[in-house]
């Protein structure tokens, strides 16, 4: 007690730096990003400064561009939960996109005989058939890592492959629509079980519903007992064990939870965008999400902002093309960068001189 | 290639068989002494032997001589010369060379294909039908052979430990350092290694400094045995002159017996019975049994024996980490499977060993560390929402009363000290009523201040009525802290005394692998 009385203002001082480190190393390792990002534009004979300002406006400097970015942040926050919550127990899960698909799949496939039903009815039995298949997707990734030790970052990724297949087959044979022509698609959503748009915006609820999961599982990790337990096993599963915690409950329980994110993320494509499942559920926003949750660190909370972020580069997309003549895979070429800017600062961890504790 | 590094002239060693001495060594790390003025003298061609238990300073002292730490203090002299090694490229330069307890063979590759790219100067572009003359030429003049074809995957332990020493010759090493090269082979195999080495120390080939665990090795193939403990060198002699016993005495202290610490209260029921526990050792290869243990309410059980013979994989067993193949574990009469709602019905606690690996999340936070046990309690029932004024409130409460010195309770638990992390894990699992307490090594690495204060810890929750199992490879500790002795030896128990009556000569026949 004395000792630490005793230290209380250095303590206070340390505690702020330490809070501090979460955010500017993720902070530092985007700009960093985004500085070697401009030098591949400069490679190309394309202005940086214009590239970010076209950014900005395609992202953020309007109304419309506002709700464009909105938009692409729904799905987003719950594709980058897929990633975070196995991550605090130590899970590397890249393979959200594949639930993502399944989930949108089974939402297109349960509203087939659903078509009279009113949607207080129809709406939360397709998100639950989408949520269920998303869980049972990753869940599978878990399964397999804690009874056969298969390595969750391949299976996962494996799986996603396979989960596209999948669509792809189900959509082009047994669930085609016949009328879809140019594209298979399974039969289009009955009116009443198409999502709207969120009041006075042109965005659709699916941005609320992520909002709430993050903030959930914000609640969930810091603040429950659950949450606390899989802290422990993602920061030493020998030291879980010896505490009897139920590591193999918790790692089928959150990789399940973080599967049944991305199928609803699935089931608002569905509901909210396409009007039915089809091919576009691949749209990569699985992807993106494994970088959104590594920036945010798997913190819930920060997965809001940087989603939106995110989603901002991608709304800006199109306006890029058009303006600037660079191909669509310009942005994938930047959240490369950023992504590998994200994993190499992990090492930065406890390193940098600002950071160091006087000893 | 850089020049070798000698301090006096650019004469060339003379060849055949080095020697190497070491000169009042001396290492320390911060304030803690591994190594304390070790002076160890290899003559040329002769094989010596190095004992001492977990953490005398055996490997520390080997990692000084090729050049992995540098010596505090202390000198080392190659060939009579003082050499100045900086890094382990110089030792290798000087012909010194070092086989690991674990192989450090590529398996996919052949047998030829390890031995040339171990070389320092292979060439970028390889001149196999080269090569392979000279491989076979060398094959030709060794005293014993591993097929060049062969990738090692498909080698037997033995042989590939055949191919590491083959390997170091094919370096040019002579002066060999093995460090417990037998711990992964069979008796057979040991001494078929160990045969072939000691003919080439009295071929003049090699001088070979060896750390080892078994006296019957030391007996059959070495010339000279020097004794490693707590850092010092506690002993020195011809093989010859030496029994077992004599050894024994000497690695596990027998200048002063330690007596029980002070207790009270008297043995209760039995708390922790243990019938016919079977379970794979880390090798899979062997197995561990334990007949029969039980450990009563009110008493220390200290289980003695050399690193390896078990003892963790038992502890693995009793916290859940390991499945037992069959057998019975009970607690208070009722059967035990180590999860969390036994472990806090039964009021069982456990104190692992290296805390910081074993019972600590190292990024997690000090007062996090510190509520593993309780975060999910609240009273007598269970709670789902944390309370972190609880949380914070009851860590610096336990900082205070175990002393835990944190400058920050709310930054990683890693960035503590040895003693610190094990004081806050003791904090923890201490606090609240304790019926059993598994203990593995609770002292290993720490300072002395820290040590007799958790050792006192320990001895005060069994006055208080807990049942206390102790696995130390430290016989002074098991000696210190037990009401009851037993020994461990490849995966048994072979021997049990009442500390009383315990005699350190006949604990080290049995920790030595032989049954009187």
Redesign the interface.
Known sequence: ????EA?GT??GA??AL?RAEPVVIPVLALLAGLAVFALFLLTQGKSPIAFFGYVWQGAFGSAFSWMNTLSRAAPLLLAALCVALPARLGLVVIGGEGAIVLGGLAAGAVALPLAGVPAAVGLPLMALAAMLVGAVWIGMAGALRHYRGVNETISSLLLAYIAIALMNHLVEGPLRDPESLNKPSTAPLAEGLRVGMLPGMDVHWGLVFGIIACVVAWVLV????????A??A???V?????????VGRLILGFTALGGACAGLAGFFEVAAVHGSANASLAAGYGYTGILIAFLARHNGLAILPVAVLLAGFDASSGLIQRRMDLPDATMQVLQGIVFMAILMSDAAYGRLPFFK?KG | MRPPVTAIGADPLPPGALEVETVGMTMRFGSFTALEDVSIRVAPGTFHALLGENGAGKSTLVKCIMGFYHATAGQLMVGRREAEIADPRDARALGMGMVYQHFTLVPSLTVAENLVISRADAPVVIDWAKERAGLEAFMAAMPFRVPLDQPVARLAAGEKQKLEILKQLYLGSRFLILDEPTSVLTPDEADEVLGHVRGLCEAGEISVLMITHKFREVTAFADEVSVLRRGRLVGQGHVADLSHAQMAAMMIGAEKEQRPVARSGLRGAPMLELRGVKAADRSGLKEIAVESLTVHAGEIVGIAGISGNGQMELMEVL???RAARGGEIRVQGVPYG???????SHAVR?L?EEPL????????SVI?NI???S??RNGAG?????SANEMRAAA??L??AF?????????PIA?LSGGNVQRAVLARELTGEVKLLVISNPCFGLDFAAVSEIRARIVAARNAGAAVLLMSEDLDEVLELSDRVLVMSEGRITYEVPAAEAKIAEIGHYMGGHAA
Do not use: H
């Open positions: 007690m004395a000792v630490v230290q250095g303590g340390m505690a330490r810091e603040r429950t007992s659950w949450g606390f337990a802290r422990i993602g920061g030493n020998r030291a879980a064990e010896v505490q009897g915690l139920p504790a | 916290t859940g980490q180590a999860t969390r709602a036994e472990a806090q456990y692992p690996r074993n019972a600590c999340a190292p990024r997690m996090e509520a593993f046990r975060f999910d269970r709670r789902f929402w944390l610096r409460d900082i205070g002393k835990v010195k944190v400058a920050d309770p709310d930054g960035a």
